[in-house]
């Protein structure tokens, strides 16, 4: 029997056909929700342009986007921003990629306290890894860290972690720079020291959490659980060193601003058996590519699982690119290398963002291809007409 599948779908496609607000939702991931299926329809308003070609006087409807930071068609300009401010902190050394992860025992725990464990898992690998750096026996110094969080796996599964790049080298208390010897190790650090320091500093905040009456496990054994996260091996694993400073700016621009599933891994909803299909890579078969089918509503359950906490922020920064005048360290930092100071950042147009990173000219005419569309009105539908 044939039934018909959407090519190409999207996770709106998804959220709008299936689903729908229950009585017990938490209001913010539902107002998520909501947003990001408003996303570029009239519901979110939008502005009306003319072309004023006497022989087009074509009328354009440019509809708002949502703005929300996990929807998969906003956020491309602010991140193109952000990396570009980013940009302007690194320097001429090493950088170095570095993951902390959780046990998956500890998955409920934070699921139901996702604020305060998500804070947590940036404090602990920070902590660890500057605790390391200011140890004599490794670097002695304070490297710059840019911590990014993740709370998926590829097949949506919940699997909070912590990417870190970390600079091959920091300031010393003489406030000079000092590279990274070289050493034994693929990473800065002893990986395995690492992994036992971490999850020392996270199990022994973790404990006070639960004893301060912050963090209530379901599970009312709470020394039997710690005991039982003690014995494991806490999975902290470093990549290959970036290939110089370009090589963080494209991963920067990969992976900062990722949402939990992109619309282009999705390849059909299936309306007559309800289901949304994607693909993913399978890291346990060398990485290979391969296809899931999920029901509808398992697909959204997934998907909401990693929608963080009301203004939580999701990317950090910690030791020299910590400090609120961070620029005037850099640039110190760049003179006492004998290298030329950092510029501060040009605010590029919107127009001149759409024409280089999409080619798009907001104001051509899609009709006579001429640049002569005009703006006639803006309608935002939460403000009334006497507002202006």
């Excluded at 999207?10 to 056909?17: E, I, K, N, P, R």
């Excluded at 020392?200 to 973790?206: E, G, I, P, V, W």
């Excluded at 089918?293 to 959204?300: H, K, M, S, V």
Aim: hydrophobic share 35%.
């Amino acid at each position: 029997m044939l039934h018909y599948t959407m090519p190409g779908a999207t996770v709106q496609q998804a959220l709008m056909s299936y689903h729908t607000p229950q009585a017990g939702d938490n209001i913010h991931v539902r107002h998520v929700l909501e947003r990001l299926k408003q996303c570029r329809t009239a519901a979110l308003g939008y502005h009306i342009y003319q072309c004023d070609n006497p022989e087009c006087r074509h009328i354009k409807y440019q509809y708002h986007s949502c703005r929300d930071r996990h929807c998969p068609n906003c956020g491309a300009i602010k991140k193109q921003e952000w990396i570009e401010a980013r940009t302007q902190e690194l320097l001429p050394v090493k950088y170095y990629h570095v993951v902390f992860t959780l046990p998956h025992e500890l998955n409920s725990l934070v699921m139901g306290n996702r604020k305060l464990l998500y804070k947590l898992l940036f404090d602990a690998s920070a902590q660890t890894l500057l605790s390391f750096a200011k140890d004599k026996k490794y670097l002695a110094a304070q490297p710059g860290i840019i911590s990014v969080l993740h709370t998926w796996g590829q097949q949506l599964s919940f699997h909070p972690h912590i990417h870190c790049i970390v600079s091959g080298g920091g300031i010393t208390d003489e406030h000079c720079w000092k590279d990274a010897s070289k050493n034994i190790y693929r990473f800065l650090f002893p990986v395995k020291a690492l992994s036992i320091v971490y999850r020392a500093k996270f199990l022994q905040r973790l404990q006070l959490l639960i004893s301060n009456g912050e963090v209530k496990p379901a599970d009312t054994d709470t020394p039997q659980l710690i005991k039982l996260l003690y014995s494991k091996d806490w999975v902290v694993y470093a990549k290959a060193p970036f290939a110089g400073p370009q090589a963080v700016i494209e991963y920067l621009g990969r992976y900062t601003h990722k949402v939990a599933i992109s619309n282009h891994r999705i390849t059909g909803i299936d309306h007559q058996n309800k289901t949304v299909s994607f693909t993913y890579k399978d890291y346990a078969d060398n990485g290979k590519q391969k296809q899931m089918t999920l029901d509808a509503g398992e697909f959204i359950r997934r998907f909401e699982q990693h929608i963080l906490p009301e203004r939580f922020t999701k990317i950090r920064s910690y030791g020299y690119l910590s400090n609120r005048k961070r620029r005037q360290c850099i640039n110190a930092i760049l003179k006492t290398m004998k290298l030329p100071q950092h510029r501060g950042l040009v605010k590029i147009p919107l127009e001149i963002r759409m024409k280089e990173m999409y080619g798009i000219a907001i104001q051509e005419c899609p009709c006579c291809k001429k640049e002569t569309l005009q703006l006639l009105a803006v309608y935002v539908p939460w403000k009334k007409a006497d507002d202006g």
